[in-house]
């Protein structure tokens, strides 16, 4: 009877060693599957069970999750049973490529299963040297229906949101690194208006991107020299059939409307950095008929800040002092969270009320 070890680390890993435990037994009764959770009676010593379950083993499986990866007790459960020459197989739940890059050994030399990539059937298959019927597919199938449902349960953050808050807490200049989540919200206490911000905004649209609107005032970083790759992107698009998919909208504050006298303490300032920001922005466009349809001029008071990158929403809402001018923002707090979700919809539809009520640039 082959024996299998599964080990795992933190609830998330837990629940997902849970689901492997039950898939593998679905597939073949006659493997017998330990996972310490499920398989350690009351009175028993944990530790030695443990170890003498990985020195019976023949495969121990890894469930590794970003959360997890650097997990003291997962790494000596790997290395105790690489040590005993037992089959590792690290499991990946998520998309990192980094798993185990910071371990020099034994991670480095398993060969992994992932999740997110290849054909779990076919895995599956291989390793518990099984045949590829019809009601394995169907047991693979739920698996992965099972993982998923897991995965929702203990997403911080909707899907669409992943990516962009992941780079967004790497960025170490920011005061807190690390947002906190609540209702599928990433609150960064710090960052916003910053130039790693419009950094990674950028960066997260080029090439791969199809949204980018910026609800903004002056726009001084964003025409400020450091982005000119992003515009010599959306020329070459903009002679492509309706942006090859893009869909760019750009808006500054009106340099002629009442408001801009209410938009900074310092008015002459503001006026000056406004007008000449605009008159970058026609240079860097120039001619181009599509992209200076994508800039426009609002007159209204701005009470949220918003921009859209792609499916994602970062969000911001100004403080204003007791005359109704606004504090500064560079390095305030900000939101990021899904389009598709009700503080999403509010800010899309917010932002088209200002754009369709603005008036072109150029």
């Not at 080990?7 to 998330?12: F, P």
């Not at 009764?29 to 170890?51: L, N, W």
């Not at 170490?172 to 690194?177: A, M, S, W």
């Not at 790759?229 to 808006?251: A, R, T, V």
């Amino acid at each position: 009877m082959k024996k299998i070890f599964i080990s795992w680390s933190k609830k998330r890993s837990e629940e997902f060693a849970k689901i492997v435990k039950s898939t593998i037994e679905k597939l073949d009764s006659d493997i017998d599957v330990f996972m310490s959770e499920e398989d350690i009676k009351a009175g028993e010593f944990v530790q030695e069970k443990i170890i003498s379950n990985i020195e019976n083993c023949d495969i121990l499986i890894l469930c590794f999750t970003t959360e997890n990866k650097r997990s003291p007790w997962l790494l000596y459960e790997a290395g105790y049973a690489s040590g005993l020459h037992k089959v590792v197989i690290p499991f990946l739940f998520d998309n990192d490529s980094m798993w185990h890059s910071w371990i020099d050994n034994p991670m480095n030399i398993a060969r992994e299963i992932s999740f997110c990539h290849g054909d779990l059937l076919k895995d599956f298959t291989e390793i518990f040297s099984l045949k590829e019927t019809l009601t394995n597919q169907h047991i693979i199938e739920n698996f992965k229906k099972e993982i998923e449902v897991c995965k929702e349960q203990f997403r911080d953050i909707d899907i669409q949101c992943e990516d962009l808050v992941e780079k967004l807490s790497s960025i170490d200049k920011f005061t807190i690194t690390s947002p906190i989540f609540r209702e599928k919200t990433a609150y960064f206490l710090s960052g916003f208006e910053t130039f790693e911000l419009w950094k990674t905004i950028i960066q997260s649209f080029l090439y791969t991107g199809k949204y980018l609107w910026i609800y903004g005032r002056k726009n001084m970083k964003l025409f400020g020299g450091n982005f000119n790759e992003l515009f010599q992107y959306l020329d070459e698009k903009s002679m492509m059939p309706n942006m090859d998919g893009i869909d760019f909208k750009l808006m500054f504050l009106n340099p002629d409307s009442d408001e801009v006298n209410f938009a900074h303490k310092d008015q002459d300032i503001f006026k000056s950095e406004l007008r000449t920001t605009m008159l970058r922005a026609k240079k860097i466009i120039g001619t181009n008929t599509v992209l200076q349809k994508c800039c426009r001029l609002y007159s209204n008071k701005r009470d949220e800040i918003i921009i859209r990158i792609d499916n994602s929403i970062i969000y911001c809402k100004p403080h204003f002092d007791i005359k109704g001018n606004p504090n500064i923002m560079t390095n305030a707090a900000f939101e990021v969270f899904s389009v598709f979700s009700k503080k999403g919809q509010h800010c899309v539809q917010k932002y088209m009320d200002v754009w369709n009520k603005s008036i072109d640039m150029f």
